[in-house]
């Protein structure tokens, strides 16, 4: 997160960059393997992503930012392809869009 002001207002701009971060946090529900239940798709602008769970032991399949966000946000066997565009931040965008879309079911836990 960037936040831009003068000196004196620079604790207030830190205490605000950190709330925001705070009510952006998304909860992603994950298998025992480490991968999503099942499989998602997410668009923002031109950019489509579609996640797909993989099997144990396959690692992060994904190119660019998707990988990045998929490698930060925990999850370690998991494929996805983006199509569209390849604007890097559209693509990050896209690819937490699809994230939000995971429905957290206390089934899928229990399936894996």
């Known amino acids: 997160m960037v936040s831009l ?3 004196s207002r620079l604790s207030l701009s830190n205490f605000i960059a950190k709330l925001n971060l705070l009510k ?3 909860s992603i529900p994950i298998t025992k393997n480490y991968s999503i239940p099942y499989v998602v798709t997410g668009k923002y602008g031109a950019a489509n992503v579609i ?3 993989a099997v144990a032991g396959s690692g ?3 190119g660019g ?3 990045t966000v998929l490698e930060l946000s925990g999850i370690q066997n998991i494929s996805a392809k983006q199509l569209g565009c390849d604007n890097l931040l ?3 965008r896209a690819t937490v869009v ?3 879309s995971i429905k957290n079911q206390n089934i899928f836990n229990k399936v894996n």
């Open 5 to 7: 002001t003068s000196g």
């Open 24 to 26: 952006s946090l998304i």
């Open 51 to 53: 996640i797909i769970p």
């Open 60 to 62: 992060v399949l994904a």
């Open 65 to 67: 930012s998707v990988r």
């Open 90 to 92: 559209n693509n990050a």
């Open 98 to 100: 699809a994230l939000k």
